[in-house]
């Protein structure tokens, strides 16, 4: 048993006593389990749980940022919003993957990845690596939730940055009057280039939105949006050459909404738009030539596109299969 515990909690230890006491900061999960089943169902989650909660590598020379070097616990619980941002911090001053285990960190105010800031100044990439990690933000109040920035820009002469990238799935979660997750400066003061976000899911429960994406440009996003509130579950803000595989819904609002900027160029494929008054909103303006193509579209109103923004073809609709340019 010592010896699972061992890999499990990355640390030697004397007795299950001790786990009982101090339980495993690495992994709360096994202590939890020895106090509401004991030793043996303990032993039983040990395997599963052991590759999630190996201790990180916290050395000096170590090839990826982990925010538990930092003091974050990750028990959905404590206030890891510190240990968070100082990891955050570090990865982009150390030009390294920040790496966040497979944990629920909960933080009490926004937190902001400015991939800008560091030593390449956004133009080699940040990789955010998860393994199913969590970051909990409905303690945080009317904050955006998780940020993406590249600073270094204006409006006037926007920062060209290149290669953010999210692997594996991360889960962020808010309850607040604006957004869960922002790409970008609302000012458009930073081009997000060839960013890809292989699988974020989004969770707003508040009276804002999901996700804003602001400028960017050649990307690839995988993404779940949802809010209860009135706003986009996601929104476009000026997206340009640009696919989507995107699951969305809005209570209150339209579970895809396109704004009235440079929109264009993007292929929006297999959506799955639901549970919203709206599905897709296309405000007009510069917006133009936005492609969807299969996928499941139920709202009260499907589209809402009076500029003729969108070309749409092979849906689902209310169990009817619709093709052709959007009315």
């Known amino acids: ?185 609302a000012s458009l003061a930073d081009a997000q280039n060839s960013i890809a976000f292989d699988h974020i899911v989004v969770n707003n429960s508040g009276a804002g939105g999901g996700a804003w994406l602001n400028y960017v440009l050649s990307s690839h996003f995988n993404i779940v949006a949802d809010t209860s509130g009135n706003a986009g579950g996601l929104s476009l803000g000026q997206v340009q050459m640009s696919t989507l595989q995107v699951a969305a819904s809005a209570t209150h609002g339209s579970a895809l909404y396109i704004a009235p900027a440079y929109n264009f160029g993007n292929v929006i494929t297999a959506p799955d738009l639901e549970a919203s008054p709206t599905c897709v909103a296309a405000a007009g303006g510069s917006a133009h030539d936005i492609t969807l193509t299969g996928g499941t579209i139920d709202c009260s109103t499907a589209f809402v596109d009076p500029a003729h923004v969108l070309e749409a073809s092979g849906f689902n609709i209310g169990g009817n299969v619709r093709s052709g340019t959007t009315p």
């Open 1 to 185: 048993m010592n010896g699972l515990l061992r890999a499990a909690c990355g640390a030697p230890l004397r007795r299950l006593s001790q786990v009982r006491r101090q339980g495993c900061r690495q992994c709360p999960a096994v202590a939890l389990a020895l106090r509401r089943r004991g030793t043996i169902f303990a032993a039983a989650i040990m395997l599963w749980v052991a590759p999630v909660c190996a201790a990180p590598d916290c050395s000096a020379g170590t090839d990826r940022i982990d925010p538990r070097c930092y003091g974050a616990v990750g028990d959905g619980v404590h206030d890891d919003a510190t240990a968070l941002q100082q990891a955050i911090n570090a990865a982009v001053a150390a030009n390294r993957p920040l790496h966040l285990p497979h944990a629920h960190f909960v933080t009490t105010r926004g937190l902001n990845i400015d991939y800008g800031a560091g030593p390449t100044q956004g133009h080699e990439g940040f990789l955010l690596e998860s393994e199913g990690a969590t970051i909990d933000g409905t303690r945080a109040g009317a904050t955006n939730v998780l940020t993406i920035a590249c600073s270094g820009g204006t409006p006037e002469a926007p920062k060209g940055c290149f290669y953010f990238h999210q692997i594996g799935t991360l889960f962020v979660n808010g309850d607040t009057p604006y957004w869960v997750l922002v790409v970008g400066a």
